[in-house]
């Protein structure tokens, strides 16, 4: 079993900042492409970025210019640095990851179980 957890959220006021980090643990190969993706309430998940095994890095729009993501190979563990937050950024803010667990396996994906991220106005 694979298991993603989550940590960093919180509240936060107007034009402050955050750092997401997300931990990888149990049976792993190889992770491939991780990633941040958000569900503010009433509102369908959506991705925020995501960055693969070699570092290429992908941001949707909506917080595009004020995050940066990132990640450490050797521990299994992906970053979300969040600057300038706004009030619509608050959402639950969901770790994903592509992850083979033994020669054996296939990737399958994963899910973290949410790390809530207030922002007041």
């Known amino acids: 079993q694979v298991q993603l957890v989550e940590s960093g959220g919180g509240l936060v006021q107007t034009g402050g900042s955050l750092r997401l980090s997300c931990a990888a643990s149990?049976?792993?190969?190889?992770?491939?492409?991780m990633g941040w993706y958000r569900q503010a309430p009433g509102k369908e998940r959506e991705l925020v970025a995501a960055?693969?095994?070699?570092?290429?890095?992908n941001y949707a729009d909506p917080m595009k210019g004020r995050i940066t993501i990132s990640r450490d190979n050797a521990k299994n563990t992906v970053y979300l640095q969040m600057n300038s937050l706004k009030p619509e950024d608050t959402a639950v803010y969901y770790c994903?990851?592509?992850?083979?667990?033994?020669?054996?396996?296939?990737?399958?994906?994963?899910w973290g179980q949410g790390t809530l991220v207030t922002v007041s106005s």
């Open positions: 994903n990851a592509g992850v083979r667990g033994s020669v054996w396996d296939t990737y399958r994906e994963v």
């Open positions: 149990g049976s792993i190969l190889s992770i491939a492409t």
């Open positions: 960055i693969t095994f070699g570092g290429r890095t």
